[in-house]
């Protein structure tokens, strides 16, 4: 490992490049601790140290939410924006045809920074209200002037984290959007290990060995799911030199979690959904309000119904989400206007029931695999006591930072390899 970070570092532009992300990394965090005045951040870091599931969001946000910073909403708005322009793809036929052009992704994601804008304005005016009717005194009313400017900064700030990240990206080192996400969750970590250690207790030993295990099994499933593919055999009939037919052998892979983090991205809005609107109906006058608000907040709270539905969300949304990135029949056509084709399957129709057979199959496993991986947190959570309750393993969180860790290496490699085969 150390001959391969001396040998990045004698690479002067490579070099340069990983001193700039970081660089830019560091200014986000920086952001992460400017508040925006008017909030009481004591009481505010209070609230959601108290409650599970805006805690959740505030993990994150890298701690941005809890400390009201200007980069509070993080990534959220443009990400919203990326799976609504996802999404349109499937239903506009125009946007899906844009999207196999070079010019029109350019528009596409021109589109999505716009609309990344108005998302950060509305989910800023709701973050605010949510935690006015929380009580607490946490935020006090505000008059018009004070509305314009706490929206206007939470949106100013989230778009430059918009900016950082597409800053990232340009520099071929990682997603941009993936290694905020993946910085603001790593800022936790020095936090959970201090409260680790202030509330330490000895009893809690082999439950605190069971998390570090459990961390340990759940990394090595995750590279084993996240490098996993089925490779299908193309062969491709091209004319040889002397005349004759010769076939040019070659694959085409198929991941097993080709859907990412992001059903369980879509799996966490859900399940988050119900319990914060149940927290705002405890807050209205009409009684039957009050109780069914309570209803809900109960409900959630029941380890069992909260991971069995989350569970469910994910393996439904993996299949969904899968079912927009994964198209057959462009597959199946690009295969036939190119000349290939999969040994022992005829073009066209039957190519496009086998690449969906063994899409659906290969699925199936990363489906549970990522549900398992979501839940398993949820499942320790009431053995969690004392000082263990801040070892408490995101399952979520676990599988952003080893998959961006594991994208951003393979980037890194292969920009050094790009150099060594121009030294060469």
Do not use: C
């Amino acid at each position: 490992m150390w001959k391969a970070i001396l040998k990045i570092w004698k690479h002067r532009e490579l070099r340069n490049k990983i001193l700039y992300v970081l660089a830019v990394l560091v200014i986000f965090r920086f952001a992460a601790h400017i508040p925006i005045p008017g909030v009481d951040i004591v009481n505010l870091r209070n609230f959601f140290g108290s409650n599970a599931y805006l805690g959740l969001l505030n993990v994150f946000s890298g701690g941005a939410l809890e400390n009201f910073s200007l980069v509070m909403l993080g990534v959220g708005p443009y990400i919203t924006s990326s799976i609504i322009f996802q999404l349109l793809n499937i239903i506009v036929p125009k946007l899906e045809e844009m999207q196999k052009e070079s010019d029109g992704q350019r528009k596409i994601q021109q589109w999505t920074r716009y609309l990344a804008v108005p998302l950060a304005m509305v989910q800023g005016y709701a973050t605010i209200v949510l935690l006015q009717r929380s009580g607490g005194g946490l935020i006090g009313e505000l008059d018009i002037f004070q509305w314009i400017t706490a929206i206007s900064l939470i949106t100013a700030g989230s778009t430059f984290v918009m900016w950082l990240g597409e800053l990232i990206t340009e520099k071929n080192i990682g997603n941009g959007i993936s290694l905020m996400i993946f910085a603001a969750i790593i800022a936790r970590l020095p936090t959970s290990i201090q409260q680790f250690f202030a509330t330490y207790d000895a009893s809690q030993l082999p439950t605190v060995l069971l998390y570090v295990g459990l961390a340990v099994v759940m990394i090595f499933g995750i590279v084993f799911i996240t490098e996993g593919q089925r490779n299908i055999p193309i062969s491709s009939a091209r004319q040889a030199r002397g005349g004759g037919a010769g076939k040019q052998n070659t694959h085409l892979p198929i991941r097993v979690n080709q859907a990412g983090v992001i059903p369980i991205i879509f799996a966490v809005s859900l399940v988050l959904f119900p319990p914060v609107i149940g927290q705002y109906l405890t807050t209205m006058s009409q009684a039957w309000l009050v109780d069914f608000g309570y209803f809900i907040v109960d409900a959630f709270n029941n380890q069992i119904v909260y991971g069995v539905l989350y569970f469910i969300f994910v393996f439904a949304f993996t299949y969904f989400y899968t079912a927009v990135i994964f198209k057959p029949e462009q597959i199946a056509e690009n295969l036939q206007n190119r000349g290939n084709f999969i040994p022992g399957i005829r073009p066209g129709k039957p190519t496009i029931d086998y690449l969906s057979y063994v899409s659906n199959h290969l699925l199936l496993v990363g489906a549970i695999f990522l549900g398992v991986v979501a839940v398993s947190p949820v499942a320790l959570q009431s053995l969690a006591s004392g000082s263990a309750n801040s070892l408490v393993i995101g399952g979520t969180s676990l599988l952003i930072v080893v998959s961006v860790g594991i994208e951003t290496v393979k980037q890194i490699q292969a920009q050094m390899q790009l150099r060594d085969y121009e030294n060469f």
